[in-house]
């Protein structure tokens, strides 16, 4: 796999006549809504740092902010995914896909990926990248690896990934890794493996089917000001359960 492929892709995907209404890099969300709609992704730090430089980002075209997913510096990175999600992950985008109408589920688990997948994993051998926040609900069905950046408890740090991951039947890959640029490598290492893009990070889009991705499992924005409130106030999940819908797409 070219390393930038899937990014190109995904970039190239946006249409031309959409501009940046509004963007916003939150504590735990970063924010960008076009005339399509709002896009997430997770707020990631680190990385190169930026040149200091004050860029007006309002009012130019989206899929020029698209292109600093490929930045190296992680908060630039994260506002150009939350940019591609602003026109792919919204109710017009995925119904056209999938000819499911969205409403907000009172349900909880509803908002929980892992939950759905339980069936399907049970006995299996199953890597996670990404500590979840429910991630132990895997543990009592599966033989389950969790591979982490900052790892706790029993999770492996990242690059046990090069060991970990050729050997698993099912692979949960977090949306984070488009913008740490971990995703081509992960992908390849997983390849033998089901794998599931799992997060509001995720783009909703068929092109990572392309790269062997099996399940999209990520959430379409409903109730945009929900989103948006709950963002600036540091919110974490509760912004998803409130103002949006997971939604699984298979290959």
């Not at 092109?207 to 924005?221: H, P, R």
Request: charged letters at 20%.
């Amino acid at each position: 796999m070219r390393m930038w492929s899937i990014y190109n892709d995904l970039i190239d995907s946006i249409p031309e006549d959409l501009t940046v209404l509004d963007c916003m890099l939150g504590l735990h969300w970063t924010l960008v809504k076009s005339e399509s709609g709002t896009g997430t992704a997770m707020t990631v730090n680190g990385g190169q740092q930026n040149s200091g430089e004050y860029k007006e980002l309002i009012g130019m075209p989206l899929k020029e902010l698209a292109k600093d997913v490929k930045s190296w510096t992680m908060l630039e990175a994260s506002m150009g995914l939350a940019a591609i999600n602003s026109a792919l992950n919204t109710p017009r985008q995925v119904s056209a896909l999938t000819g499911q109408d969205f409403e907000v589920s009172a349900d909880s688990e509803a908002a929980n990926a892992f939950t759905q997948f339980l069936p399907d994993i049970k006995d299996k051998k199953v890597a996670v990248i990404g500590h979840f926040p429910n991630v132990d609900l895997l543990r009592k069905v599966c033989k389950l690896s969790v591979l982490e950046r900052i790892p706790q408890d029993d999770d492996y740090p990242d690059p046990a990934c090069e060991y970990i991951l050729p050997e698993q039947d099912v692979v949960f890959i977090t949306g984070t890794a488009f913008i740490n640029k971990t995703m081509p490598r992960l992908l390849n290492l997983a390849k033998n493996s089901r794998i599931i893009l799992v997060g509001p990070s995720v783009p909703i889009s068929p092109i990572l089917f392309n790269y062997g991705v099996d399940t999209i499992s990520s959430t379409v924005m409903l109730y945009e000001e929900l989103v948006w409130r709950a963002a600036k106030q540091g919110g974490k999940m509760k912004a998803f359960k409130s103002g949006g819908q997971m939604v699984n797409i298979q290959r």
